[in-house]
């Protein structure tokens, strides 16, 4: 029964006195601070799990509210976080645009050509290794669907045609299926980005159209009219997206329809009303399907 | 030359993380960067040397005489959870560019099991004061080596042709390997 009494005196009275030594250690240590970081270390869901690129949510807090770092780069936290650090920040939360990844290829199983039948592993890294799996391109989407499976938050999914399909409102920029694609057909871009180059080959014109319907053959005609936005690095055309005004680009002449919107009935939609910003064209014209 | 057994010991032939496999988690958490990792020693020496002495005073004029033996555990986390508290306050008053590249990790020496080890060492082998202060600091110099040996050769590693399937923890973990098997040649020296 001492024994018991002594114990609790004694972890009493340890607790009691670190207590107090932390709590005047505080007041005479204490750092004066932005009060906006504690507000935004609020606003962040403090699970310190570094997707971020920062050491834990203190550390991002900080740079947000200290050095000016970009507001949209929580992805546990998603839209709430964004709205909670630009109302602690005084931005515009609609200026902070989202991320999302796109897939950079359009050679579904109708449009590109196998060179082979493969059997063996789904998986797009095993299928790279093997003398690049049973796609004709050696550039193009293997379809094992690696990304998917990397995907933390559901937003890839393998769809009918055999390209991995993008949910928007899923995906949060986090950067794990660019890493996983052993082709880097991913990228990340800002949401309302609608225009592509749908085409990662740098094959001569001869094979990239032998071995798909939707390459890119480098003829350099979107280039031509493009006022130095679309540069042809290797026989595959490049956007600077600094530079890029869609609608001067003729991608009407492109023949395999590499190049375009992402959504195809913009396609049409774009040349029709040129003039119309990239939003606004979508829908304008029936969809009649342009690729 | 008893002390400085006891401190050789503890840096070298019984290094806390390459030998005995105490606080692992810094070791290759904080590793990256040649200073940070020599911050992160230094702050992990402190806590060590202060936890030291905070815990011998328990043990030999509380838990001793009252025979509360059994108390050592919780009592000594009590201890070094409010000692780390104490040195994040002092490190965010005195050095706020060593506060960030310590971050998250500073607050982790609390579960740094390397502090905790070493207390529950000192009172099981009944060090006296300063036998447990050179003991202390023995083990803060050993880690501090440690963790500077492995930032060296993480930096060096950066720049290195590693093959894919290795890159990042894979290489780090091998290197790590590669170091404690190199203490392994201290085992078995006696002062």
Redesign the interface.
């Given at each position: 029964m001492t024994?018991f009494a002594?114990?609790l005196l004694?972890?009493g009275g340890?607790?009691i006195f670190?207590a107090a030594?932390?709590a005047i250690?505080?007041k005479k240590?204490r750092?004066q601070e932005d009060p906006r970081i504690g507000l935004a270390l609020d606003a962040t869901p403090g699970a310190?799990c570094g997707a971020c690129g920062y050491?834990?949510c203190n550390?991002y807090a900080?740079a947000v509210v200290l050095e000016g770092a970009p507001i949209n780069k929580c992805p546990v936290g998603g839209q709430d976080t964004i709205n909670g650090l630009a109302r602690i920040m005084g931005v515009d939360a609609t200026t902070a645009i989202r991320h999302v990844a796109r897939l950079m290829c359009r050679g579904t199983a109708a449009l590109a050509r196998q060179k082979a039948h493969y059997e063996g592993p789904t998986s797009c890294a095993v299928q790279d290794l093997v003398s690049g799996g049973g796609k004709a391109c050696q550039w193009g989407c293997l379809g094992g669907g690696d990304c998917v499976a990397v995907c933390n938050f559901g937003a890839l999914e393998m769809g009918p045609d055999g390209l991995p399909v993008v949910f928007d409102d899923l995906c949060t920029a986090c950067g794990a299926c660019v890493k996983a694609c052993p082709r880097d057909l991913f990228e990340l871009h800002p949401i309302d980005r609608e225009f592509f180059v749908f085409c990662k080959s740098h094959d001569d014109p001869k094979r990239a159209k032998e071995v798909c319907d939707v390459a890119c053959t480098g003829c350099g005609i979107c280039a031509r009219n493009s006022q130095g936005a679309i540069s042809m690095v290797d026989s595959l055309a490049v956007i600077d997206y600094a530079k890029l005004d869609p609608h001067v680009i003729p991608i009407e002449k492109c023949k395999t329809h590499a190049i375009g919107w992402l959504h195809p009935k913009q396609d049409l939609a774009a040349l029709t009303a040129p003039a119309a910003g990239a939003g606004g064209a979508a829908g304008q014209t029936p969809a009649t399907g342009a690729d | 030359m008893e002390l400085f057994g006891i401190f050789l010991t503890a840096a070298l032939i019984n290094n806390f993380v390459l030998s005995q496999f105490l606080g692992i988690c810094p070791f290759i958490g904080v590793s990256g960067k040649l200073s940070a990792a020599t911050s992160m020693g230094m702050a992990t020496t402190f806590v060590l040397v202060m936890a030291a002495m905070v815990t011998f005073l328990i043990q030999q004029y509380i838990l001793a005489p009252l025979g509360l033996d059994f108390l050592q555990t919780v009592s000594f986390i009590l201890v070094i959870a409010s000692l780390v508290q104490f040195v994040e306050m002092v490190i965010k008053k005195v050095s706020k560019p060593l506060y960030r590249s310590l971050g998250i990790y500073l607050p982790l020496i609390t579960t740094n099991c390397a502090i905790m080890g070493l207390c529950l060492f000192a009172a099981m082998r009944h060090y006296s004061f300063f036998q447990s202060l050179v003991f202390a600091l023995g083990a803060g110099v050993g880690f501090t080596l440690a963790i500077v040996l492995m930032a060296g050769i993480r930096e060096e590693l950066e720049l290195a042709d590693i093959p894919r399937s290795l890159r990042g923890a894979g290489i780090t973990m091998v290197v790590a390997g590669t170091l404690a098997l190199g203490f392994m040649g201290f085992a078995g020296m006696k002062f």
């Open positions: 024994a002594y114990s004694t972890m340890l607790g670190f030594a932390l250690a505080d240590l750092v310190n050491a834990g550390a900080e | -």
